[in-house]
Every structure is written in C-alpha cells, then in structure tokens.
C-alpha cells in the first residue's frame, strides 16, 4: 500500500512540533529544560481533584458522570465559566459557551469553520506554534497581524485577493502571549477592533493565560471591549478561547469557546460529528473543583510562578552576555529571547543540549514564514530559583561562546 498516494494534499501541511519533542527532555535528569510552557504538577489541587472525582463517582452520581452528554457541555461548568467571564467585563449566559477538550480543539474547530483554502489569517510575527499547527490542515496563507501600526485593512485585503482568497480572522493572545510573554495594551485592542470591523472578519482570543497576571495593571478582553462597542455579546465578532490547562491541570483536557450563539451553534454541530462532546466525567470534576478552589489556587500559583519570572529576569540581567535582549512579561510562563544577528536558535539548542545540558525551544518554529531563526522561548514555570540561575548561566556562557 502507497499510503502517501491515497492521502489528502492538505497532510502534506502537518508537522511535528518542536515543542512536544522537546517535551521529551524533561525525563532526563540532566537536563535543565526551559523548552516546555507546561504548568508545574507540583503545584497542582490534587487533593481538590481526589475529593471531586469521589464525588462524581458516588452512588447518586456516578451514572450521569459515566454517561454520554451533551455536545455544548455539562450545563453546571457552562453556568460557572458565565459567571467567571462576567467578572472579566463578558456578560454572557451557558447558551455562548461550547465546553472543548482543551482551547486547542476550539482552534482546530475555528480554523475548519472560517477558513477554505487560500484564505488569509492574521496571526502574530511569532504566534503560537500550536495555532499554527491547527489552522494549517485548512490550507490558509498567513499575514502578519500588526495590532498598533501603518497596516490598514485595503493593505490586507489586496494581498488576499492576491493569493486568490480573503481575509477570514485575525488571531492573537492578548495576555502574555506564547512565546513572547507581551500583552497587548488597551489602544491595541480597540485597533485591533477597528481593523476587524473593517476587514468584517472574525477575532480568535486565545485567552489561555490570562488569569496568570503577576502585576501591571489589567486590560479588559477584546471580547469585553467589543461587547462594549456592539451592545452585547450576539452582535459581536470575537470568539475567546479559555482553557483550565494553566489553571487547575491540563490532563483533563477542559477548555470552552464564549461567543455569539450563531457562531457557537455551528461549532456544537463540529462537536457532535469530531467526538460527541468532551469527557463528561473530566467536566464533572473540573466544575466541582473550580467551584470549591478556584481563586485560591490561582492565587497560589500566581505568587509560585511572579517568583520564577523574577528569578529568570534577573539571572539573565546577569549572565546574558552584550547583543541579547528579552522581554518583561507581566505575567504567564514566558520569556522571549533575540540572539544577536547571525546566530540561529536551532544550531544553538543542538549545541546547548550536547554542552551545556539545557533546552529551549528555537524561535524559528512561531513564525509562519519560518524566518527570525536568532530568536528562542525560555519558559520558567517548572525550575526554581537556582536551578534557574544555573540554567541561564550555563545558556549565557554558550551564547557568549558562539558570538565570540
């Protein structure tokens, strides 16, 4: 059988990711890993976790939590996620929301739901890799989403007629974005807004990190900036993608898409024809647990994770030779890294691996067009203080190396 003759064009699209073999590294021991952007299990409310999951297997409940559902979700977590967006400015109700396993499935659905071959996403210049290994199987040509410059939306729509499609969504996290740890500030919103109503496209909010704000002060989502300007959430075009992975525990593969009912209806009947609906019992469980813990385990994580970025900072204030430059995240697990000209992230981490026994993750895999390969993600969210300290001593001695 010559599988590669009967398979579709479009898996000609689907790569590895990086990050995931990387991810590998992290059961060696004598590896420092900054490669994976995964919360510490250490800090997990697995005792939250056991209490709940005894619960949802009771005698009075065992049979609804081991049982088929429905495919927007357990109505009860749909209640709660409401109620938490309405503390984020999004007032909104159970019938907006579509319960996913994890925001990366509502990516991989918004993708197939806007785009048909040829048509063009905005995304960031990095963007998540994993939104682009989502919306890739869709065959869309990507652009450079610019949320506070000279682009204006004529710009954008020519060079989308000029690969023979149109401009469907712009894509972006907000807060603390994977990999570059930046936020985008109010004035960036309401242009990013602007620029949406122009183009008439659809907004994809990744709001995976947001809860984890160590300080600045708060921006409202894009969702509630445009439930502000369009007089409520059915007259809006921006979809947010929440997830519990970087809250409670991202094995349970519990995340929701919050929009306009008619945009929320069609992903329900992507749903019903992928998987269903998510695992009942994982939704069961997460919705006892964020009603019993929520705020105080976010806190709890928050003062874990403020002390780790402020380690790595200043570690890399301190061993990072002259010509490299990183970012000040104001919250979330990263820190993006730019190398000097010339020097490429890839060939670093071959050589970081074999010498120094630390990994991160290359810089070149978030950009679409594979360019900006003097660039790499360092995520502090699993090491401590000296273990960061070593790791980026032993990271600056190799780039001071390699540049000399």
Not at 196 to 206: G, M, N, P, V, Y
Not at 266 to 291: E, Y
Request: negative net charge.
């Amino acid at each position: 059988m010559q599988w590669q003759d009967v398979l579709a064009d479009r898996t000609a699209r689907l790569k590895a990711s990086e990050i995931r073999e990387l991810l590998k590294l992290l059961d060696r021991p004598d590896i420092i890993s900054f490669a994976g952007g995964i919360p510490d299990a250490r800090l997990f409310p697995d005792e939250a976790f056991r209490t709940a999951a005894a619960e949802a297997l009771s005698a009075g409940s065992a049979a609804a939590a081991l049982q088929y559902s429905i495919s927007e979700g357990y109505r009860p977590l749909r209640d709660w996620i409401a109620a938490e967006m309405g503390r984020n400015g999004i007032d909104c109700d159970a019938d907006n929301i579509l319960i996913t396993s994890g925001s990366q499935q509502a990516l991989d659905y918004l993708g197939k739901l806007f785009l048909s071959p040829g048509d063009t996403a905005l995304v960031g210049w990095p963007t998540y890799l994993g939104a682009l290994g989502a919306f890739n199987a869709y065959e869309p040509v990507y652009d450079q989403l610019v949320v506070n410059g000279n682009q204006g939306a004529a710009d954008y729509r020519a060079r989308a007629e000029g690969h023979g499609g149109r401009v469907k969504f712009a894509y972006l996290s907000a807060d603390f974005a994977n990999p570059t740890g930046e936020t985008v500030d109010l004035q960036g919103r309401e242009a990013l807004l602007d620029l949406a109503r122009d183009l008439d496209i659809a907004i994809i909010e990744d709001a995976a990190y947001q809860a984890l704000r160590y300080d600045g002060a708060e921006v409202p989502p894009i969702l509630a900036l445009d439930i502000a300007r369009s007089g409520g959430i059915e007259h809006t075009r921006t979809l947010y993608c929440g997830s519990f992975s970087k809250t409670l525990a991202p094995g349970l593969r519990v995340g929701w898409v919050c929009g306009a009912r008619e945009v929320i209806g069609r992903l329900v009947l992507m749903k019903q024809a992928a998987d269903l609906h998510s695992a009942t019992f994982n939704q069961i469980v997460t919705d006892r647990v964020a009603r019993a813990c929520f705020d105080a385990h976010v806190a709890t994580i928050r003062a874990a994770y403020k002390a780790r970025r402020d380690a790595m900072l200043a570690a890399l204030a301190r061993h990072m030779p002259g010509g490299v430059t990183w970012t000040r995240p104001e919250g979330g697990m990263f820190i993006w890294v730019t190398l000097p000209r010339g020097m490429d992230g890839a060939t670093l981490l071959a050589r970081a691996i074999e010498a120094e026994r630390v990994a991160f993750v290359p810089g070149r895999a978030f950009y679409a067009d594979g360019s900006n390969g003097n660039t790499l993600r360092l995520s502090f969210s699993c090491a401590d203080a000296a273990t960061i300290d070593e790791g980026i001593a032993r990271l600056g001695r190799l780039i001071a190396h390699e540049a000399a």
